[in-house]
T-cell receptor
Framework: ETGVTQTPRHLVMGMTNKKSLKCEQHLGHNAMYWYKQSAKKPLELMFV???????ENNSVPSRFSPECPNSSHLFLHLHTLQPEDSALYLC???????????FGPGTRLTVT | DAKTTQPPSMDCAEGRAANLPCNHSTISGNEYVYWYRQIHSQGPQYIIH???NNETNEMASLIITEDRKSSTLILPHATLRDTAVYYCIVRSLIYGGATNKLIFGTGTLLAVQP
């Protein structure tokens, strides 16, 4: 595997479910990001991790819980989501300067 | 970070040069101009960035005006695969902390026509 991978690519979940999105980067980067892209809206930055430490939480509701166990892996734990949380969730990584961010293909999430 | 303004959409004929403008009139001296693109339902892809000199790589050229208040991304020979939303982003190059983040706007939808 090369670049940034995300699993699953598609996820349908009910509002009472708990699920997790996984991101893995094979680029040796030390910063990782979660973005959300709702239909017809710009990408919204959710979280930033530098060297496994969270450095940015862009006022994200607590039903989204990120986890960064090491510099190569990033998770987004989901629980009691709302239908308006349906979106494309994108993971990215970069060197610490963040000049060039590499994005994964995204997870298309539908909350029913 | 400075705000950017881009046209919502543009058309370009296949094989011709695509010139995508971006206005960033409030840019400050330490802020760079970045361009990314997002092909439908994929993650964004970095294209190029620059401070004040024109830049060129294998994907595109970036022309920044002398006063740095606007820039143009040039795809020299557009193909159908270049159809995407193109984002112009301005941010400073500060190392570490919470500042290595990108703020995406609505971008320009470039439609390359056969």
């Amino acid at each position: 595997e090369t670049g940034v991978t995300q699993t699953p690519r598609h996820l349908v979940m009910g509002m009472t479910n708990k699920k997790s999105l996984k991101c893995e980067q094979h680029l040796g980067h030390n910063a990782m990001y979660w973005y959300k892209q709702s239909a017809k809206k710009p990408l919204e930055l959710m979280f930033v991790y530098n060297f496994k430490e969270q450095t940015e939480n862009n006022s994200v509701p607590s039903r989204f819980s990120p986890e960064c166990p090491n510099s190569s892996h990033l998770f987004l734990h989901l629980h009691t989501l709302q239908p308006e949380d349906s979106a494309l969730y994108l993971c990215a990584s970069s060197q610490l300067t963040g000049v060039e961010q590499y994005f994964g293909p995204g997870t298309r999430l539908t909350v029913t | 970070d400075a705000k950017t303004t881009q046209p919502p959409s543009m058309d370009c004929a296949e094989g011709r040069a695509a010139n995508l403008p971006c206005n960033h009139s409030t840019i400050s001296g330490n802020e760079y101009v970045y361009w990314y693109r997002q092909i439908h339902s994929q993650g964004p892809q970095y294209i190029i960035h620059g401070l004040k000199n024109n830049e060129t790589n294998e994907m595109a050229s970036l022309i920044i005006t002398e006063d740095r208040k606007s820039s143009t991304l040039i795809l020299p020979h557009a193909t159908l695969r270049d159809t995407a939303v193109y984002y112009c982003i301005v941010r400073s190059l500060i190392y570490g902390g919470a500042t290595n983040k990108l703020i995406f706007g609505t971008g320009t939808l470039l439609a390359v026509q056969p």
